[in-house]
T-cell receptor
Framework: DAGVIQSPRHEVTEMGQEVTLRCKPI?????LFWYRQTMMRGLELLIY????????DSGMPEDRFSAKMPNASFSTLKIQPSEPRDSAVYFC????????????FGPGTRLTVL | SQQGEEDPQALSIQEGENATMNCSYK?????LQWYRQNSGRGLVHLIL?????REKHSGRLRVTLDTSKKSSSLLITASRAADTASYFC???????????FGQGTRLTINP
């Protein structure tokens, strides 16, 4: 298996632009997580899905952020409009089942908003 | 909110020495996990210990869990330069499903 796949790996955009991050989880995993990592705040959970259904989006910082999982093999995290403070590394992770298993992380997308 | 807190924040040792990192948390947990992150990479799962377990081993890794003190430790024996990375503990609160990560310990192994 190729592991969790994220694209793009790097994104540089200007303030106000729409940004879409993509994630393909490991085949057979039914839970998917979006995280954001910054030096100041560390690793924060934004939202997670189980069986394609959003379970907890309490970590989504603002209405500018939205996430979808239209099927078991694809998820997107969208920021519209983007702001400089959104600059961070965004990770997607997938897992089989729920709490008692390990999560497999993708390589991350480094987002820079100018 | 419950959050694992690692101690120390940074640790620098010589190759071959043992490295010990600690994690404390605040509420009852289902399990505690340790992850490693190399610079510029995603996190890699190292080991999971359940609340009814006290110690687990995996290769050169040894993890202990003391639920009465709400703390865990990760021991890396015979450290190697390749062990240089940040190490995070993460907890799953009892009744919850999501992982909450600590701020991590940055470990540097000097050759």
């Amino acid at each position: 298996d190729a592991g969790v796949i994220q694209s793009p790996r790097h994104e540089v955009t200007e303030m106000g632009q729409e940004v879409t991050l993509r994630c393909k989880p490991i085949s057979g995993h039914n839970s998917l997580f979006w995280y954001r990592q910054t030096m100041m705040r560390g690793l924060e959970l934004l939202i997670y899905f189980n069986n394609n259904v959003p379970i907890d989006d309490s970590g989504m910082p603002e209405d500018r952020f939205s996430a979808k999982m239209p099927n078991a093999s694809f998820s997107t995290l969208k920021i519209q409009p983007s702001e400089p403070r959104d600059s961070a590394v965004y990770f997607c992770a997938s897992m089989q089942g729920l709490a008692n298993n390990e999560q497999f992380f993708g390589p991350g997308t480094r987002l820079t908003v100018l | 909110s419950q959050q694992g807190e690692e101690d120390p924040q940074a640790l620098s040792i010589q190759e071959g020495e043992n490295a010990t990192m600690n994690c404390s948390y605040k509420t009852s947990i289902n399990n505690l996990q340790w992850y490693r992150q190399n610079s510029g990479r995603g996190l890699v799962h190292l080991i999971l210990i359940r609340s009814n377990e006290r110690e687990k081993h995996s290769g050169r890794l040894r993890v202990t869990l003391d639920t009465s003190k709400k703390s865990s430790s990760l021991l890396i024996t015979a450290s190697r330069a390749a062990d240089t990375a940040s190490y995070f503990c993460a907890t799953v609160r009892l009744g919850a499903q999501k992982l909450v990560f600590g701020q991590g310990t940055r470990l540097t192994i000097n050759p």
